[in-house]
């Protein structure tokens, strides 16, 4: 099973060698970070990075939150937990900024 992982990796940064701004990938590799707990930082990054490509990727906020949320519920310190926490709220409230504009076209 982790050699499908890392394949998936592979493949997934062998895209980003031809497309660096390709936010699809970028996401889909902070996924594979996320839901197998590999690495939260490299996880932020790609998300972080698809936000950048395009501002109004919805899917890219959404995900970021459950990351801070996450990281948040394994943070022993309190500040550092509170501003996890007050990152989740914020990308939440972007993604349904833009949940509540697409729904208006």
């Known amino acids: 099973r982790t050699g499908l992982i890392e394949e998936a990796l592979e493949n997934y940064n062998q895209a980003l060698k031809i497309n660096p701004n390709y936010e699809i990938v970028h996401r889909n590799i902070a996924l594979i970070y996320l839901d197998k707990n590999i690495d939260f ?3 932020e990054y790609h998300l972080t990075k698809a936000i950048e490509i395009d501002p109004r990727y919805l ?3 959404v995900t970021r939150s459950s990351l ?3 990281m948040a519920m394994k943070e ?3 500040s ?3 501003q996890l926490q007050e990152k989740a709220l914020s990308d939440t409230k972007i993604a349904q900024k833009l ?3 697409d729904s208006q076209k």
């Open 41 to 43: 930082t490299k996880a």
């Open 59 to 61: 899917n890219a906020y």
């Open 80 to 82: 550092k937990k509170a």
């Open 99 to 101: 949940k509540d504009n």
């Open 68 to 70: 801070y949320r996450k």
């Open 76 to 78: 022993t310190d309190a």
